[in-house]
């Protein structure tokens, strides 16, 4: 069963993110907010940095996705959030404000690991991709191909050796 309402939270990294999403499959309202003048001084991101601006930055976007999708949080079904991989410090104050939301509103939250997120978002941007198919993932660290099935876990066929997109070579 597919909830009505959920309320996704995103801070991996160095963006603070939430998003309303209808039935798993209609994006009600995405609010995203990057860190990039935080961490241009420093030539890359600050694993500490980022988490202390998550915890300043995350209520406000989560109220301003809940507002731009008009539904109250009483009205939501359950709240997702990303459990890793990612900075932990970052990902810490992500799970924490969830948990301690959804406890608030009574809901139940469930973490999502980072990179089938990024496979999932595939579909909500294409309605008509559905499984199986092979997704290329790069984020941070993480350059892979894998291959998505109806039922289970994503899994990796291919990964780069480096922390670069690379030239992925055929099975």
């Avoid at 995203?32 to 241009?40: F, I």
């Avoid at 799970?95 to 496979?119: E, N």
């Amino acid at each position: 069963m597919t909830p009505e309402l959920v309320l996704g939270v995103e801070t991996s990294c160095d963006e603070t993110a939430a998003a309303v999403v209808r039935r798993g499959t209609e994006v009600l309202a995405s609010v995203v907010r990057g860190q990039e003048a935080l961490h241009a001084p420093y030539g890359g991101v600050v694993p500490e940095l980022a988490s202390r601006d998550h915890l300043g930055a995350l209520p406000g976007v989560v109220a301003a996705a809940l507002s731009q999708a008009g539904v109250p949080l009483g009205a939501l079904s359950g709240i997702a959030v990303t459990a890793g991989p990612g900075l932990l410090g970052s990902l810490l104050v992500g799970l924490s404000f969830a948990k301690a939301l959804a406890y608030r509103a009574g809901l139940p939250c469930v973490g999502v690991h980072h990179l089938a997120g990024h496979l999932a978002a595939a579909e909500l941007a294409d309605p008509s991709l559905r499984p199986p198919y092979l997704g290329l993932v790069v984020s941070g660290g993480h350059t892979a191909l894998y291959r998505v099935e109806p039922d289970g876990p994503p899994a990796r066929q291919r990964r780069s050796i480096s922390r670069a997109a690379a030239v992925l070579r055929p099975l």
